[in-house]
């Protein structure tokens, strides 16, 4: 590279027409930098942030029996407190998701009401029924981990003093729960009720969400306020 000092005056070159040539060659590096690969531009992606999956007016992204499933003051309703539930229920996503945070608000109506999120979920074909993981709601499942169609058990749960006061009868209560990699966490009203690895390698990481009504007496589940935090690498 030729230096940057200006040439002497014997050369026969005039100061202004090097001091265009040296602005020239600057300007051309600074180009030249700012396309090389593997440097960042100024201008980088801002932290991730929780978006809405439902939009509080209508189920669009959403799948599921129409007349088991309704909107109601910005929440999906599930079920009836005038008749019974016949089988279980979902309403799901359309869209799958791996990784993430999941925040809602739910609640449940009526005695004996039973119901739950399923996440990394898969519809059976042919079949009422879904398979994957639930984080449960109802009297003395609230807080758990549960199996739907797969090992069919409750995988964790809480003790009975975690769960001593934390439920709101009747009312909302917050719901969370963190899928990344293997691990799975639950959180109630704030509290962690779950903290579980699964050991089973043959377990899908990845599926639909899905909210549930559960057979049983006349009852109703509500959700609302469904955001998703995306986790994935």
């Known amino acids: 590279m030729r230096g940057l000092l200006p040439p002497e005056r014997s050369q026969g070159r005039d100061i202004a027409a090097w001091g265009d040539e040296m602005r020239r060659l600057i300007v051309g590096m600074a180009l030249a930098m700012s396309i090389v ?22 189920l669009d992204g959403w799948e599921g029996d129409r007349k088991i499933f309704r909107l109601e003051a ?3 309703v599930g079920g009836s407190l ?8 979902f ?8 990784d993430f945070e999941l925040r809602l608000k739910v ?6 009401a039973n119901a739950g999120i399923q996440f990394r979920t898969r519809r059976i074909p042919d079949h009422h029924e879904v398979i994957g993981y639930q984080a449960d709601m ?13 090992r069919k058990k409750i995988l964790a749960a809480p003790d009975a003093a975690t769960l001593k006061g934390l439920v709101k009868e009747a009312d909302w209560n917050d719901y969370a729960i963190r899928a990344e990699g293997k691990r799975v966490q639950l959180l109630l009203n704030g509290v962690r009720t779950v903290d579980y690895t699964e050991a089973d390698p043959g377990v899908e990481s990845s599926g639909i969400i899905c909210v549930q009504i559960h057979s049983g007496p ?3 589940a509500w959700y609302k306020d469904i955001t998703l935090l995306d986790l994935t690498p």
Do not use: H, M
């Open 74 to 76: 910005g929440a999906i």
């Open 218 to 220: 006349p009852s109703e």
């Open 138 to 150: 109802g009297p003395g499942y609230w807080g758990a981990l549960y199996d739907e169609s797969r």
């Open 82 to 89: 005038q008749n019974k539930i016949a089988r279980n229920e």
């Open 107 to 112: 609640r449940l109506l009526g005695e004996g």
């Open 37 to 58: 690969p593997g440097v960042p531009s100024a201008q980088t992606s801002g932290p991730r942030v929780p978006v809405p999956i439902f939009d509080g007016r209508t």
């Open 91 to 98: 309403l799901c996503t359309a869209r799958s998701y791996g």
